[in-house]
């Protein structure tokens, strides 16, 4: 099992920006990618991006190319999302997602609210 614990969501203003973090714990060493997921009102989840564990590289969703950014700290077990130039539309809980073996974890969601 793997345990996954966001934090950093809030309240920030359009162009605002934001920084979440997940932290893994539990049986951490067969993970090989961590990524980050988002689900707005009336609207399926979504991808927002992941990245490789072990020096693979990362996926970005077109809707945030160039304005968010993922990032590890292997020593932490820890996954960060880093959101710039947030637009409104990007209001929504946002999951932290591991994939481990033929398993799939989810964080417990935090909220992001951007304000136009």
């Known amino acids: 099992q793997v345990q996954l614990v966001e934090s950093g969501g809030g309240l920030v203003q359009a162009g605002g920006s934001l920084r979440l973090s997940c932290a893994a714990s539990?049986?951490?060493?067969?993970?090989?990618?961590m990524g980050w997921f988002r689900q707005a009102p009336g609207k399926e989840r979504e991808l927002v991006g992941n990245?490789?564990?072990?020096?693979?590289?990362?996926y970005y969703a077109d809707s945030v190319k160039g304005r968010f950014t993922i990032s590890r700290d292997n020593a932490k077990n820890t996954v960060y999302l880093q959101m710039n130039n947030l637009k409104p539309e990007d209001t929504a809980v946002y999951y932290c997602?591991?994939?481990?073996?033929?398993?799939?974890?989810w964080g417990q969601g935090t909220q992001v609210t951007v304000s136009s």
């Open positions: 997602n591991a994939r481990s073996g033929v398993y799939q974890y």
């Open positions: 539990g049986r951490t060493s067969n993970i090989y990618t």
């Open positions: 990245i490789g564990w072990s020096g693979g590289g990362t």
